[in-house]
């Protein structure tokens, strides 16, 4: 483990060879980093919202609240600018990666902690307002951006994937400082949900918590695979579809090159608005930016394996391409298979 202040002996090494090196052995903790900065805004903000209870926090694969404790994982990666770089490098986005975001998981996280610390989820209003907690979980939930019984916090509008994380993204928004809840959601049902969250607050505040376990589920030093086996197996929680059964759309977009046609071919359009698109997608359709990009790789092989070409405008092509992209990555996306919690 490296003394505080000083680089980790891994920081240097190349990508292959940081690669190689097992999680357990990165020896990185949230003492010292930005992250325990954050951690501590956060203790103040549930001391200042009236309530003593301070989620224990560690370091792991993902963010993640395990049934019946009361603190939440962090992912490794937020603890080493290093770390998160090879995130970046890998998955295409750092979750968490900067201070307002960071903020934002760590009130979400805490809701599922305050819900195991005192067991909200077994009182009658928590079940009236936000359904069962028992509900298995949606992994490929389709979202209504527009329906106004969610509050919106997290992206991907999270709060309509389960009644745990409708009650995590309502007590988020209830906890964010300075928040102006009762006037952003006025004549909104999702107000009731905000005014339960409230309710079940003033109810718990001075209370001793009715689980008071310090474990700390899959904590970093217990994980021995190495950061290659760990995003191997990221990268395997994504199933693409079958080439076959997005031909007949790409032929619909694009058009098979004639003899001695000089179009711009459908491949090189792609690349060239990779990221774009990759972005773009993402946000649309709620889907991690690697799982994306994997569907996006599809089309443009299919793409150069067919020999299409553009036959429309480059704006109408860039839509088109764009629209299909969000049908394949939502249709082939299996979610992610951890506990995302």
């Keep these: 483990m490296a003394r505080r202040g000083s680089a980790p002996w891994w920081s240097r090494l190349d990508q292959e060879e940081l690669l190689d090196v097992r999680l357990s052995d990165l020896g990185v903790e949230i003492p010292g980093t930005a992250l325990e900065q954050r951690v501590e805004r956060l203790w103040l903000e549930l001391e200042r919202a009236g309530l003593r209870f301070r989620p224990h926090v560690w370091l792991s694969t993902s963010w993640s609240t395990p049934d019946g404790v009361p603190g939440f994982a962090i992912p490794f990666y937020l603890a080493h600018p290093r770390l998160a770089r090879l995130e970046h490098e890998q998955m295409f986005e750092v ?19 305050v819900d195991n610390a005192y067991g909200l989820h077994r009182k009658s209003l928590w079940r009236t307002t936000f359904g069962r907690y028992s509900d298995p979980y949606r992994w490929q939930y389709r979202p209504n951006p527009g329906s106004r019984r969610f509050v919106q916090h997290l992206d991907f509008w999270y709060a309509q994937s389960h009644p745990a994380e409708d009650w995590a993204e309502s007590f988020a928004v209830w906890l964010r400082p300075r928040s102006s809840w009762q006037r952003e959601y006025e004549g909104w049902p999702a107000l009731a949900k905000l005014e339960a969250v409230d309710e079940l607050m003033a109810e718990v505040m001075g209370t001793k918590m009715v689980t008071t376990t310090r474990r700390k589920p899959d904590a970093l030093s217990t994980q021995r695979m190495t950061l290659r086996e760990h995003y191997a197996a990221r990268k395997r929680a994504f199933v693409n579809a079958e080439p076959a059964e997005i031909d007949g759309q790409l032929l619909r977009l694009f058009a098979a090159a004639p003899p001695r046609a000089r179009r711009p071919s459908a491949a090189t359009f792609l690349r060239r608005h990779r990221h774009e698109l990759r972005a773009r997608v993402s946000t649309i359709t709620g889907q991690y930016r690697y799982d994306v990009d994997q569907s996006l790789r599809m089309m443009l092989d299919r793409c150069k394996e067919l ?12 839509v088109g391409a764009a629209i299909l992209l969000t049908l394949i990555s939502t249709l082939s996306a299996r979610g992610r298979q951890e506990f995302h919690r």
């Design 95 to 113: 979750e968490g990666g900067n201070q307002r975001s960071c903020m934002m998981l760590l009130r979400h996280e805490a809701g599922h902690a």
């Design 307 to 318: 020999g299409l070409q553009l036959s429309r405008s480059e704006h109408e092509s860039r």
